[in-house]
């Protein structure tokens, strides 16, 4: 069993592996389901493979600076 959440159906199959596609796929994720950007980024960065946006911009923000 998967702790990935899913993306809705009309997303892409593959999560974003980077900041830019975290934020796109927000995006569509709050036109989608009409919510915050904020909560959206969070639902992002779980479909991605992080436990938040936060998560995400200290894992994937490192990988940038190194």
Do not use: C, W
Request: a positive charge; glycine letters at 4%.
């Amino acid at each position: 069993m998967s702790t990935h959440a899913s993306p809705p159906p009309s997303f892409p199959s593959t999560p974003p592996k980077t900041l830019e596609g975290i934020k796109k796929l927000a995006k569509k994720i709050k036109k989608a389901r009409e919510i915050t950007h904020t909560a959206a980024l969070h639902e992002a960065a779980k479909v991605s493979g992080y436990d938040n946006y936060q998560h995400a911009l200290n894992v994937l923000g490192k990988a940038v600076r190194a």
